[in-house]
C-alpha cells in the first residue's frame, strides 16, 4: 500500500506543479497587458484617424475656396480694383493656409502610420500569445487525463488493500503521511526503521517482541506504524 500511495502523491505533486502551469499563468498575464496596451493602441490610432480626416476635409474645403476666387478672377466677375486686390490677397493668404494644412497632414500620417505599426506588432503578439496558450492549454489538458486515469487505476488497486484495515488505523496511516514525508509505515527491518533510519535498542526490541501480531507498533523516535517482517531481527 505504501507503494501505492507514494505513486499517488508523486502523481499529485506533479499533477500541481506540470510546468504548462507555470507558462500559462504567465502568459496569461501577458495576454492581459497586451489587451490593455493594444486597447490604448486602438484609441491613439482611431484618434489620429479622425484628426486625419478632419485636416483632410479642411484642405479640400480651403482648395474649394481658391478655384472659387480664382474662377471668379478669371471669369472677370470681380471689376473693382479694390476687390480685386483684396481676393489677390486672399489667394495667397488661402496658398499659405493650404501648405500649412498639407505640412500638419503628413505629419499627422505619419504619426498614424508609426501608430498603426504599433498597434500591428500589439496585435500579432496578442495573436501568437493566444496560439502559444492553446497549445500549452492542450498539452496540459493531456497530461492531466494521464495522471487523473493513473490515479484512478492507483485509487482502484488501492480498495482492496485498506479493505481489511480498521478504520481507526487507517486514519492514523493517512495522518502520518501527511506529517512524515508521505511515509505513514515503515519496515522494521534489521532492527532499523525504515523511516527514520534509526536502530531501535535492545528494551524496545524487546517490548515489540512480546507484542501480538495485531498490534500497532510504532516507532519512538519517528512515530511512524512499524511493520514486522521476517527481517525485522526479532
Do not use: F, W
Not at 491613439?44 to 476635409?57: G, H, R
Not at 487525463?145 to 484512478?152: V, Y
Not at 501480531?213 to 523516535?221: A, G, L, N
Request: with cysteine; charged share 40%; aromatic share 0%.
Amino acid at each position: 500500500m505504501q507503494e501505492l500511495d507514494s505513486r499517488a502523491d508523486q502523481l499529485r505533486h506533479r499533477r500541481t506543479n506540470l510546468p504548462e502551469l507555470a507558462e500559462i499563468a504567465q502568459l496569461q498575464q501577458t495576454r492581459a497587458e497586451l489587451d490593455g496596451q493594444s486597447r490604448d493602441a486602438q484609441i491613439v490610432v482611431d484618434d489620429l484617424t479622425v484628426e486625419q480626416k478632419k485636416i483632410d476635409s479642411d484642405v479640400e474645403h480651403v482648395k474649394a475656396r481658391r478655384v472659387r476666387d480664382r474662377d471668379r478672377m478669371d471669369q472677370g466677375l470681380v471689376s473693382n480694383p479694390k476687390d480685386l486686390e483684396r481676393m489677390q490677397h486672399e489667394l495667397v493668404s488661402l496658398e499659405r493656409r493650404i501648405t500649412s494644412l498639407e505640412d500638419e497632414e503628413l505629419e499627422v500620417m505619419q504619426r498614424l502610420e508609426d501608430a498603426q505599426r504599433d498597434l500591428d506588432s500589439l496585435l500579432e503578439q496578442v495573436r501568437s500569445t493566444d496560439e502559444r496558450l492553446v497549445s500549452l492549454g492542450e498539452s496540459r489538458d493531456r497530461q492531466l487525463a494521464e495522471i487523473d486515469k493513473e490515479l484512478a487505476e492507483l485509487d482502484a488497486d488501492r480498495g482492496p488493500t485498506v479493505a481489511d484495515i480498521p478504520d481507526d488505523l487507517l486514519a492514523l496511516y493517512d495522518r502520518l503521511r501527511q506529517h512524515k514525508g508521505g511515509v505513514g509505515a515503515a519496515p522494521l527491518r534489521a532492527r532499523q526503521c525504515g523511516g527514520c533510519r534509526l536502530s531501535l535498542d535492545n528494551a524496545e526490541l524487546a517490548v515489540i517482541r512480546k507484542a501480538p501480531s495485531d498490534e500497532v507498533i510504532r516507532c519512538e523516535e519517528c512515530q511512524r506504524i512499524l511493520v514486522r517482517t521476517s527481517e525485522s531481527g526479532l
